[in-house]
C-alpha cells in the first residue's frame, strides 16, 4: 500500500475455527466403531468395570501429579484446543502495520479510536492501550513479553496434564487386564465367570490404548502446536505495540516481522 493513498480502517481481527481436530477424532472413532460393527457385536465393547477401571483410573491418578485449579484450568484449555480459533499470521501482521501507519501520520493519540476495533483480541488491545497511554516502547515490550510467558506456562501446564493422562491410560488398561485374569484364574471351576472376567481383561487394555492413542497425545500436540501459533502472533503484536511506542517507522516495523515471519506468510504492506 503507497503512502500517499492511506486507508485508516482497522477491521476487528479475523478468526477462522480449526475443523481438523474435530474431524480427526470424529473420524477416528468412527472408523473402531465401524470396523467393530462390521464384527458383529458392538455390545461386547461395552464393560462398565473396564470403563471404571480405565476412565476413573486414569482421572484419579493424573488428579494426583496436579492441584483441582490446574487441572480445571486444563479441562478449559483442552476444549479451546477442541474448538480452536486462530488467526493467519499475515492478518496480524497487516493490522499492526495499519496501526503503526495511522500512529505515524496522525499521532499516537489518533490510533485510540481504532484500537477500540481491537477489544477482541485482549493481547494486542492491552499493548496498544499501553502505547496510548505514554508507556515507553521498552517497558512495553517488557510487559507484554511477561504476559506471553505466563500464557506459555499454563499452556505447558495443560500440555503436562495431557501427557501424564496418555501415561496412565495404558497402566490402568494394564492393571484392569490383571484383575481380570486374577478374577479368571480364581473362578476356574465356575465356568461361567470365565467369559467376565477375560472380557475385562482385553477390554481395559483396549480402552487404555485407544485413549492414550487417540485423545491425550493427539491433544497434547495440538495443544503444542496451537500454542506455538498463539506465541508467533503475539510477537508479532509485541513488536508492533513496541515498534509504536518508540514512535519507529512502519516500514522498518514491516522488515521486523517479515524477519520472524515464515516465507509463505511475509506481507508486502508498503509496496
Do not use: W
Not at 72 to 101: C, G, M, W, Y
Not at 261 to 271: I, Q
Request: with cysteine; charged share 20%; glycine share 8%.
Amino acid at each position: 500500500m503507497a503512502e500517499g493513498n492511506i486507508v485508516f480502517d482497522i477491521e476487528k481481527p479475523k478468526t477462522r475455527t480449526d475443523m481438523a481436530t474435530i474431524v480427526g477424532l470424529l473420524a477416528g472413532f468412527g472408523l473402531i466403531s465401524i470396523a467393530i460393527i462390521i464384527g458383529g457385536s458392538p455390545g461386547s465393547f461395552i464393560n462398565s468395570p473396564a470403563i471404571l477401571i480405565v476412565v476413573g483410573g486414569t482421572f484419579s491418578v493424573t488428579t494426583m501429579c496436579f492441584s483441582f485449579a490446574e487441572i480445571r484450568h486444563s479441562v478449559n484449555v483442552i476444549l479451546n484446543t477442541i474448538f480452536h480459533t486462530s488467526r493467519d499470521p499475515s492478518e496480524a501482521a497487516i493490522q499492526v502495520l495499519k496501526v503503526a501507519e495511522l500512529a505515524r501520520k496522525q499521532g499516537v493519540l489518533s490510533i485510540q479510536d481504532a484500537v477500540e476495533s481491537l477489544s477482541d483480541d485482549p493481547f494486542l488491545f492491552k499493548g496498544m492501550n499501553m502505547v496510548i497511554d505514554g508507556t515507553p516502547g521498552e517497558e512495553v515490550e517488557a510487559i507484554m513479553r511477561r504476559d506471553m510467558q505466563a500464557i506459555l506456562l499454563r499452556h505447558n501446564k495443560s500440555t503436562s496434564v495431557l501427557r501424564k493422562a496418555a501415561e496412565f491410560a495404558p497402566a490402568m488398561g494394564l492393571i484392569g487386564t490383571l484383575i481380570g485374569l486374577v478374577q479368571m484364574l480364581g473362578n476356574l471351576d465356575d465356568p461361567s465367570t470365565i467369559g467376565p472376567s477375560m472380557a475385562v481383561a482385553l477390554l481395559t487394555t483396549f480402552y487404555g490404548a485407544v485413549l492414550a492413542n487417540m485423545v491425550f497425545m493427539p491433544l497434547a500436540s495440538k495443544l503444542e502446536r496451537n500454542s506455538a501459533e498463539e506465541s508467533l502472533i503475539n510477537t508479532l503484536y509485541i513488536m508492533g505495540a513496541s515498534s509504536i511506542g518508540r514512535q519507529e517507522n512502519p516500514r522498518r516495523l514491516e522488515m521486523l516481522l517479515n524477519s520472524i515471519l515464515p516465507p509463505s506468510k511475509r506481507v508486502e504492506y508498503f509496496d
